[in-house]
């Protein structure tokens, strides 16, 4: 049982640069996550995924953009890296039911 | 907006004693409420949940936590830990659905040390 995979799982990145985050699930849910998980502040949700093909703003979305064109898979991607992106950050999964979020192992990035 | 506030950031006790991890949240409305737990250098799992029905809910591994509407709070108790249970706790509340997605709204989250 894979569950909730994150690729990768550290990284870092000089300012400015570029990437993407994978996050790939087995379980066939149809609701999909990114949170970034900075100290002290608990987790906050960046953008989410009700279905392939379509994807919204969470609390904290500026500076990330996601895509979901597979049912499986939702990406999140840094188009030019800051500093204060630096975070942990979480996929996580969900159906309508059970009302249960899964979530991946992580991945932290540091961005210098 | 949905607001988490976990009253302790660290808490410390020592093996065999009870803890309670306090969690307010802030709504006017039906909720669900969820304890995360993250143990070092992992991502988070589902501890236990409150969608509806009893207002007392339990865990496999000796937590509970008692929903409160009056209160609006959800505090997490264990009466003895051990070693193993240390990690960082999560309160979470869902936000509301979008087409069905749960918008988690989480609180700062409480690191729990158990000393020998």
């Known amino acids: 049982n894979a569950g909730v995979t994150q690729t990768p799982k550290f990284r870092v990145l000089k300012t400015g640069q570029s990437m993407t985050l994978l996050c790939a699930q087995d379980m066939n849910h149809e609701y999909m996550y990114w949170y970034r998980q900075d100290p002290g502040m608990g987790l906050r949700l960046i953008h989410y995924?009700?279905?392939?093909?379509?994807?919204a703003k969470g609390e904290v979305p500026d500076g990330y953009n996601v895509s979901r064109l597979k049912k499986q898979n939702f990406l999140l991607g840094l188009e030019s890296a800051a500093p204060s992106q630096t975070s942990v950050y979480f996929c996580a999964s969900s159906s309508l039911s059970p009302v249960v979020a899964f979530f991946g192992q992580g991945t932290r990035l540091t961005v210098v | 907006a949905q607001s988490v506030t976990q009253l302790d950031s660290q808490v410390p006790v020592f093996e065999e004693a009870p803890v309670e991890l306090r969690c307010n949240y802030s709504s006017s409305v039906s909720v669900y409420l969820f304890w995360y737990v993250q143990y070092p250098n992992q991502g988070l799992q589902l501890l236990l949940k409150?969608?509806?029905?009893?207002?007392l809910v339990e865990s496999i591994n000796g937590f509970e936590a008692e929903f409160n509407k009056s209160q609006t709070s959800f505090h997490l108790r264990k009466p003895s830990v051990h070693i193993s249970d240390t990690a960082e706790y999560f309160c979470a509340v869902s936000s509301g659905t979008f087409q069905g997605a749960q918008k988690l709204v989480f609180g700062q989250g409480t690191r729990l040390t158990i000393n020998p």
């Open positions: 409150y969608l509806s029905g009893s207002t």
């Open positions: 995924s009700v279905g392939e093909g379509t994807t």
